[in-house]
């Protein structure tokens, strides 16, 4: 296996500040790497530069055949194999079947159109297809979205067993941990690697972020006495001044030479006070903090806001569920949990009123009960924040305060929603659910690529304001801190 050196990479994109800042690297082919790092922070653009996808500054030498997931499809209502095989011409059925029974996928899925095929089968077919195609080395771009809890224990054991590196990102941190041997982090726009999986890692971070903390508290002690001591300097110049002004009977000479000599010493001194005060401020450093958020939540009069009886669904004459009945009271956090493909996603589409094939029994939602949603597909938002925010009747300034609480940066503000970061784009349908005002929030697979801090600020959240929920979510973490009841299709 070969090697990765990065020497000196500096990126940005047009207009924008730089996400790589003279950046240092060198990486062993074998390892299993993940990669670390807020929504935002280059992820994805570090991949696209190593697939030579993007113009930079500096070195980035390998001999490594880097492969990305997940690859597009060109044609996904085809049967899958031909899909993958039209975009792959050199890959192999058996070669296919094996790695799908490496993951005990059935290998029949390849006789499904692709676009038919659930978000966590499709991804399993994918990364079978990557790892098929010997001497490759993929770049595992969050493989564990839209995987279920089962999906996402086979796909780790698999790529646990696999005798090859790969470099992987994902915000799933005990899907990280199982997976990974070191871990490669971007922060303030730099690359540092350390050796272990996420909690070793995350250990470190935290005890460094804690010695930052004290740290800061220190700097911000020794500028405030700094700021004061300058005041008290400026107002003892002035002092002089004015004494020598209203002193008129007085030796002017004298006092007019002690006054100017005081005042440029106080000047001299202010300015030293102020340059040792900003060198300070340099030295604060960035930590990461949980912001709480907030949510529009209206009131409701009603006992039950959503009830489930006997509710079946049928989609092309397959189906999918049946007899599922529940209640949604006010301040229930109901999570509804199943394998991919058993239909949460298309049951949400009929309780919010939009077209399913066949639905049996009755979905009641108590009258004039204001629905919020997030959505688990939003690829279609594109455009500026600011007629994002018209166009779903937000005021703006309350979106990008919402956004910056979830820790987007101000720089990405203009960037159009289809060139932000599949975080950042994420962040812009979760804030408008928030401040969407609603009695019954729905929420589909709200976790998907946001990072782990937006993950603690949504369960502070929850167990702050009790919001009436119904959440689809594979996170086992966050089911277990936020779920007052538990539906399994
Ligand atoms: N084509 C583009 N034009 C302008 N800005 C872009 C473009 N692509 C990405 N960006 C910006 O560059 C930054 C890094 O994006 P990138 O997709 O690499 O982040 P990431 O670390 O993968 O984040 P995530 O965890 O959300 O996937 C973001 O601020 C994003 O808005
Ligand atoms: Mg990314």
Redesign the pocket.
């Known amino acids: 296996m070969g090697n990765i050196t990065i020497k000196n990479l500096t990126f940005a994109?047009?207009?924008?500040s730089p996400?790589f800042d003279h950046c240092q690297l060198s990486i062993d082919g074998s390892w299993k790497l993940g990669l670390l790092?807020?929504?935002?922070?280059?992820?994805?653009?570090?991949?696209?530069i190593l697939l030579g996808q993007l113009e930079f500054q500096g070195q980035v030498q390998s001999n490594l055949p880097f492969t990305y997931f997940p690859q597009p499809i060109t044609d996904p209502d085809t049967l899958a194999w031909e899909a993958l095989s039209d975009d792959n011409p050199q890959l192999e059925q058996w070669q296919v079947e094996r790695e799908l029974r490496l993951m005990e996928v059935d290998p029949v899925l390849l006789w499904q159109p692709f676009a038919t095929l659930s978000g966590g089968e499709q991804t399993k077919l994918l990364l079978a297809a990557l790892f098929a195609r010997p001497g490759s080395f993929p770049l595992l771009?969050?493989p564990t979205n839209h995987l279920d809890q089962r999906g996402r224990r086979q796909v780790a054991e698999y790529l646990q067993n696999k005798q090859q590196g790969f470099i992987i990102?994902s915000?799933d941190q005990s899907f990280l941990d199982q997976v990974i041997d070191h871990t490669l982090v971007?922060e303030r726009h730099q690359l540092v690697l350390e050796r272990g999986n996420y909690s070793t890692y995350f250990a470190q971070k935290k005890r460094r972020d804690q010695q930052a903390v004290s740290r800061n508290e220190q700097l911000h002690a020794d500028i405030k006495r700094l700021r004061s001591a300058k005041q008290q300097r400026l107002q003892w110049a002035q002092r002089a001044e004015h004494e020598k002004r209203n002193n008129s009977h007085a030796d002017k000479g004298f006092i007019g030479a002690k006054a100017a000599k005081m005042m440029k010493k106080s000047l001299t001194m202010t300015r030293r006070l102020d340059q040792v005060a900003s060198d300070k401020e340099g030295l604060l450093q960035e930590v990461e903090d949980i912001v709480p958020l907030t949510l529009n939540q209206l009131s409701s009069t009603h006992p039950t806001l959503l009830e489930l009886d006997r509710v079946g669904l049928t989609i092309s004459g397959h189906q999918l569920f049946d007899n599922l009945s529940f209640k949604v009271n006010p301040h229930d956090c109901v999570l509804l949990t199943g394998d991919n493909g058993s239909g949460k996603s298309s049951l949400i589409k009929a309780i919010t009123g939009q077209p399913v094939d066949q639905v049996t029994g009755a979905i009641t939602l108590a009258h004039g009960t204001k629905v919020s949603l997030v959505r688990q597909q939003y690829a279609n938002q594109h455009g500026s924040l600011t007629a994002f925010a018209q166009h779903n009747h937000l005021p703006i300034d309350q979106l990008l305060n919402m956004l910056r609480k979830l820790g987007?940066?101000r720089?990405?503000f203009t960037?159009?929603i289809n060139?932000?970061?599949?975080?950042?784009?994420?962040k812009v349908e979760l804030a408008r659910s928030l401040l969407t005002p609603a009695q019954l929030y729905i929420w589909d697979e709200p976790l998907n690529?946001?990072?782990t801090y937006n993950q603690e600020q949504l369960i502070q959240l929850i167990k702050q304001e009790h919001p009436t929920m119904l959440i689809i979510e594979h996170d086992q973490h966050f089911i277990d801190e936020v779920a007052t009841k538990r539906v399994t299709i």
């Open positions: 994109y047009p207009g924008q996400l790092g807020r929504n935002g922070r280059g992820k994805t653009t570090l991949m696209k771009d969050e990102t915000h971007i987007m940066e720089a990405s960037t159009s060139q932000m970061s599949m975080g950042q784009q994420k690529y946001l990072d």
